[in-house]
Every structure is written in C-alpha cells, then in structure tokens.
C-alpha cells in the first residue's frame, strides 16, 4: 500500500463493530422492504480537509517560501445503529441469523469498502505535490493566497471525488446485501416458522 508523500496525512478510521448500538423498538425496523432488520452508518468522508499553511522569511528579492506544514484527510464510518425487528426474541435463530446480516453487511462490508479506496486516495493525492518546509514554493508575497486557494481545490476536489466513490460504492454494496438474493442466504439459516413471527 502506498504510504502518502508530507505533508498529507490521510487517516481512514472506523468505529468498532462493538459500539454498534442495538434498537429492538420497532416491529418493522426500516419500513416494509427490511421487515427484519435495518442499519444505519455515518460516512465522514468529506475528506475533512485540515491546512496548516505557513510562509517564512523573505530573502532579500522579497520572495517568501510558501508551504504547507500538514494536509489531514479524515476518512470515518461512525455511529452504528442496528435495527432487529422486535418480534425476534434475543438469541433466537432469526434474531441471530438478522444481526449476523446487519453486522457482515452493513458494518464489516462498508468498512472493507472504505478501507479499499485509501490506497488510490493516496496515490491521486501524492499527484499533487505539495510544498513543504524542506522543499517550499518561493512566492512574491501577493501570490500566496491565490497559490494556497488553487492547491486548496486541487486537492479538494480529489476528496470529493473519492467521496462520492466511495458513497456509491457503499450504496451499490448494501443494495445488492438487500436483495431478494441475498436474503435467500439469510432465510435459509432458520425454519420458516421462525421467520414468520
């Protein structure tokens, strides 16, 4: 995997699967098409973008070195909410067989996927090179803030993007864990009786 080029310091962080919190409220969690079982994740993947720019002294021409001290990306899956329906008692098979489900596809699964996009995230971002206290950018001191703002976008709109894939890669994902395909695979763990609670 490669590791990203200072001053970017790209950080992909998910919440443990056992923080997850367990809601067994509703008979219906998730509306009619997932009577069983429904999971709710927080993607902050904004690339939470965090900019230390900085200059430094003039040489005597008036340039200054421009630089950046450190670039963060924060890339994190937060706050699990699993829903089983509430007529599954605790521990039964379908109770059992639901949350498997709602874990390996909708926490494990998304995670994967996230975790999946770091290493092209870094190299789209070491494209970029940025200038660094070792290496600066000399600048006449008026263009440091239209060189910052271009270097700003530049990079931000690599995040972006990679947000969205990776959105709409975790949108595919969950669909295709939702379909009636997939839930074959589920069904078949319990007798029917079960099911039909």
Not at 56 to 80: C, E, H, K
């Amino acid at each position: 995997m490669p590791n990203p080029i200072p001053p970017y310091f790209v950080h992909f962080l998910a919440d443990p699967v056992s923080s997850a919190q367990i809601d067994r409220s509703q008979l219906a969690p998730g509306g009619h098409t997932h009577s069983a079982g429904y999971t709710s994740i927080n993607f902050r993947g904004r690339g939470a973008l965090s900019w230390r720019p900085e200059t430094g002294a003039p040489r005597p021409d008036g340039m200054v070195p421009f630089f950046f001290q450190s670039v963060n990306i924060y890339f994190r899956l937060t706050d699990y909410v699993v829903q089983i329906t509430s007529s599954y008692p605790v521990g039964s098979c379908t109770y059992n067989a639901t949350l498997t489900h709602e874990i390996d596809e909708h926490i494990l699964n998304p995670t994967r996927i996230m975790y999946g996009f770091r290493g092209p995230l870094i190299l789209a971002l070491n494209a970029v090179r940025l200038p660094t206290q070792t290496a600066p950018r000399w600048l006449r001191p008026d263009q440091v803030s239209p060189t910052e703002t271009e270097y700003i976008r530049r990079t931000g709109r690599i995040v972006q993007d990679f947000r969205r894939r990776v959105s709409t890669a975790m949108r595919r994902a969950r669909d295709a864990s939702d379909s009636a395909e997939s839930y074959q695979l589920v069904y078949r763990q319990c007798p029917q009786e079960e099911w039909n609670r």
